[in-house]
């Protein structure tokens, strides 16, 4: 079945530090890849998506890209703000799962002044 | 406009209570969704409608009741819940079921005594 992998957390980060998260995937189908951010008693907010290989899903000054050859879709960001503290989660979705979001576990990225 | 409404934003009920939350979007949606989602953990599909029909329900206890009536508009209906139910409970909707991104609500946060 298909799956999602991410790193666990919580991962610590100075402000302006290189954020990376890794995120790998089995699917049976050809599936679409989102991250998904969670702030403190918040719902889910798209993030960013990517649609086919080599694709690039960029936002807010994050960006992820489809690797098919290594079946991953890591986050990245270049200089974090305490504002991007909150849970990070990869998703996928194929043309075979009905609509259903198949998730990672999240991590938690904490970023101090 | 990405928006999904759901009221109320936070719920205290009784074991013997009869409740209901409420799910609006606007975006001309075909597919909408309910999701539990408990603390640190990713949500966990529930129900999905599609052109305002049940297409997947996720084994969910009965006490759980979905209605979608209308195209914009889910309901999730509660009665006789355990301190157990107590959890986020997200909306989410969609173009369809397909590999479409979905667009989550803030959420309901319910607690059960």
């Known amino acids: 079945g298909d799956s999602v992998t991410q790193m666990e957390g919580p991962v610590t980060l100075s402000e302006e530090a290189f954020l990376t998260i890794n995120c790998t995937y089995t699917?049976?189908?050809?599936?679409?890849l989102f991250w998904y951010v969670q702030y403190p008693g918040e719902g889910l907010q798209l993030l960013l998506k990517a649609t086919k290989a080599d694709d690039k899903g960029s936002n807010k000054g994050f960006e992820a890209t489809y690797r098919k050859e290594t079946t991953s879709f890591h986050l990245e960001k270049g200089s974090v703000q305490v504002s991007d503290s909150a849970v990070y989660f990869c998703?996928?979705?194929?043309?075979?799962?009905?609509?259903?979001?198949?998730f990672g576990a999240g991590t938690q990225v904490v970023v101090t002044p | 406009d990405t928006e999904v409404t759901q009221t109320p934003k936070h719920l205290v009920m009784g074991m013997t209570n009869k409740k209901s939350l409420k799910c609006e979007q606007h975006m001309g949606h075909r597919a909408m969704y309910w999701y539990k989602q408990k603390a640190k953990k990713p949500p966990e599909l529930m129900f999905v409608?599609?052109?305002?029909?049940?297409?997947i329900n996720e084994s969910v206890p009965s006490r759980f009741s979905p209605e979608c009536p209308n195209s914009s508009l889910l309901n999730l209906h509660l009665h006789a819940l355990q301190p157990e139910d107590s959890a986020l409970y997200l909306c989410?909707?969609?173009?369809?079921?397909?590999?479409?991104?979905?667009?989550f609500g803030p959420g309901t946060r319910l607690t059960v005594t």
């Open positions: 409608y599609s052109y305002e029909k049940l297409s």
């Open positions: 989410a909707s969609s173009r369809g079921q397909g590999t479409y991104e979905q667009y």
């Open positions: 998703a996928l979705k194929t043309t075979d799962s009905w609509g259903k979001l198949q």
């Open positions: 699917a049976t189908g050809y599936p679409s």
